[in-house]
C-alpha cells in the first residue's frame, strides 16, 4: 500500500456504548420477558449473568445470532437492531478525526462487533474506510492475539511496521498488535494513565503521529 495502514476500534473508540447497551440491555431482555411471561428487570438480570458466564474472550459473546438461538428468541435480530440504531452515537470528535486521517492513510476499522451490528452501526462513517473487519464474522477469533493481528495484516498486504492501530482495550487493542510491531495506542477515555502510547480522545492522536 502506498498510505500506511491506520486502524481504528468501534465501540469505546469511535462510537459510544449507547447503541450496544440499548441491543444487549433493553432490546434482548424485553424480547426475553415477553417469552417467558417475567419482567424485564428479571429478564435483564438474568440475561447479564449469563453474558459475564461466556465473557468477552470468546467469540459467541459478540454474535446476537447465537443469543437469540441460546435463549429461543427467533429470528428477528434485523429488526431488534433497526429499532435500536437511533442510539447510535459517535464520541464527539469522531466525524474530524477520520476526515483528517483518511486523507493520510488508509483506514481500518477492526471491531469484535458481529457483521450484523457493524453494517447498522458505521453506516454514516463507511466512506472513511478502505476495510471494515468484523474479527468475529470475517475470522472466526476475538482480537485477543498477535497471531489475530498477523492475520489481519496478511489479509491486508501490509507490513507492521507500517501500521498503527487505536482502540480502548488494554489487551485487544494495545498489547496484542504490539506483540507483532505494531504501533498502538490505548485510548483511556477515563483518564486514568498517562504514557507515550496512552492517548484520552482521539484528537490527542495528532500531537503523537507528529
Known amino acids: 500500500m502506498e498510505k500506511g495502514i491506520l486502524s481504528f476500534d468501534l465501540t469505546g473508540t469511535l462510537a459510544t456504548f449507547k447503541f450496544c447497551d ?4 433493553e432490546g434482548m431482555p ?10 424485564v428487570d428479571e429478564s ?9 458466564e461466556l465473557g468477552d474472550q470468546v467469540v459467541e ?24 440504531s437511533h442510539n447510535i452515537e459517535f464520541y464527539p470528535e469522531t466525524s474530524a478525526v477520520l476526515e483528517q486521517y483518511s486523507r493520510m492513510y488508509n483506514l481500518v476499522l477492526i471491531t469484535n ?7 447498522v ?15 468475529v464474522s470475517d475470522f472466526g477469533e476475538v482480537k ?15 507490513e507492521p511496521s507500517e501500521w498503527i492501530h487505536v482502540g480502548d482495550h ?28 496512552i492517548i484520552h480522545d482521539l484528537s490527542e492522536l495528532e500531537s503523537k503521529l507528529l
Not at 22 to 25: G, L, P
Not at 113 to 119: K, L
Not at 172 to 180: K, Q, S, T, V
Open 144 to 158: 485477543k492475539t498477535p497471531e489475530f493481528y498477523a492475520r489481519v495484516c496478511e489479509s491486508l498486504g501490509g
Open 61 to 84: 459473546w459478540y454474535d446476537i445470532k447465537y443469543w437469540f438461538a441460546r435463549f429461543g428468541l427467533g429470528t428477528g435480530w434485523t429488526e431488534l437492531l433497526e429499532e435500536f
Open 22 to 25: 440499548a441491543v444487549w440491555f
Open 170 to 197: 488494554w489487551q485487544f487493542d494495545f498489547l496484542a498488535p504490539r506483540g507483532i510491531g505494531i504501533t498502538s495506542f490505548y485510548l483511556d477515555r477515563r483518564k486514568e494513565s498517562l504514557g507515550e502510547f
Open 44 to 52: 435483564r438480570e438474568y440475561l447479564r449473568q449469563n453474558y459475564a
Open 30 to 39: 424485553r424480547l426475553f420477558a415477553e417469552k417467558n411471561a417475567i419482567s
Open 113 to 119: 462487533a458481529s457483521r450484523e451490528f457493524v453494517e
Open 121 to 135: 452501526e458505521t453506516a454514516s462513517i463507511k466512506k472513511y474506510f478502505s476495510k471494515i473487519i468484523s474479527c
